[in-house]
DNA sequence: GGCTTTGTTTTATA
DNA sequence: GTATAAAACAAAGC
């Protein structure tokens, strides 16, 4: 499930290889991907652009272009971008040569595909159609919807402990699981890496914030920092569909501490604990209620 | 064919 | 009115 080191990873790639590249068309066999049906006015825009650089802020991808505008790319559960050279036939898109990352299972689920003026083309990618794409001003950027409600950057040199202890107790009532996940409260975190932070703070993801005490808030967020570094690390996280813009999965999952280990034992030094699995929030909550404290 | 999955938005409740 | 919880929604794999 994209979070934010896999967001970065596909950001770093874009900025690895599509920099100055121009865009010549984009077409799509799946409409609803495009935010309020916007594929006219976003084609409109798009042709002739050129791709200045890439950035990211919470989970959206930020393309941005020469023309003042800037694409929107949400990956939400399952999508993925991918560069390579891919043609449409009528029951999709297909990949014209070897080089293309669609050697790739997911190639049959590409549903958008921008052509570049230099024969490549970047493809959206979503085996479950849940992702989204949107076009707006780059200088009205901040101030659009998607954007202007998000947290602080957990990664931000200018996110200090004390802004993030002061982000969290905004909902001293809630459970913490719940809390982190909250992208007004903190951008960037999903269910992955809340429950590997958790496990790594030593706190029961059903806590209160309220009631954690406060010496913990320094190792809830050093913790936040290691695991979206680590996953950065480690090419991000391909439990699910994602793949980087190489058609490449990451290894992050590889090194889940919780996540999806239920029933398995604790990894920690000392502990005996059994991983469990449980809903909170309505998301699944892995965790070992032996070392992780409940406040 | 029902159940599961997550990010986000919307609706309901205390 | 406010804060929090629950439900809805997207679509497809198993």
Redesign the pocket.
């Known amino acids: 499930?994209?979070?934010l080191p896999e967001v970065q990873t596909t950001v770093n790639g874009i900025n690895g290889t599509l920099q100055g590249a121009v865009i010549v068309d984009v077409c799509h066999d799946?409409a609803?991907i495009f935010r309020d049906s916007s594929y006219a006015r976003v084609r409109k825009i798009v042709r002739g652009a050129t791709i200045t650089h890439a950035s990211r802020r919470?989970?959206?991808i930020l393309i941005h272009f020469s023309n003042a505008h800037t694409l929107i790319v949400?990956?939400?559960?399952?999508g993925h971008l991918m560069v390579g050279t891919y043609k449409k036939i009528k029951t999709g898109f297909v990949p014209t040569d070897s080089q293309s990352p669609l050697a790739d299972p997911f190639n049959?689920?590409i549903h958008v595909v921008f052509t570049l003026q230099d024969g490549r083309s970047l493809v959206f990618c979503d085996?479950?159609?849940?992702g989204k794409i949107s076009i707006e001003l780059t200088e009205k950027l901040s101030h659009s919807?998607?954007i202007a409600?998000l947290g602080p950057e957990p990664l931000d040199a200018s996110t200090t402990v004390t802004l993030f202890k002061t982000q969290l107790l905004?909902?001293?009532?809630?459970?913490i699981k719940?809390v982190l996940?909250?992208?007004?409260i903190i951008?960037g975190?999903?269910?992955?890496?809340?429950d590997e932070l958790l496990w790594l703070s030593k706190v029961h993801p059903e806590s209160?914030?309220?009631n954690v005490p406060p010496t913990l808030f320094p190792i809830l967020f050093k913790n936040t920092q290691k695991v979206l570094y680590d996953g950065l690390k480690f090419g991000g996280d391909s439990t699910?569909d994602y793949r980087n813009i190489y058609g490449e999965a990451g290894v992050s999952h590889k090194h889940h501490k919780v996540?999806?280990r239920r029933n398995k034992e604790c990894p920690r030094r000392g502990c005996a604990g059994i991983i469990e699995?449980k809903?909170v929030?309505?998301?699944?909550a892995h965790f070992c209620s032996v070392c992780q404290v409940q406040y």
Request: glycine fraction near 8%; aromatic fraction near 10%; avoid cysteine.
């Open positions: 499930m994209p979070e799946w609803k919470g989970k959206h949400h990956m939400k559960m399952t049959r689920f085996a479950r159609k849940f919807p998607l409600h905004k909902k001293p009532k809630s459970k719940t996940l909250d992208q007004t951008a975190i999903g269910n992955i890496y809340s209160r914030v309220g699910s996540y999806q699995r809903i929030g309505a998301r699944s």
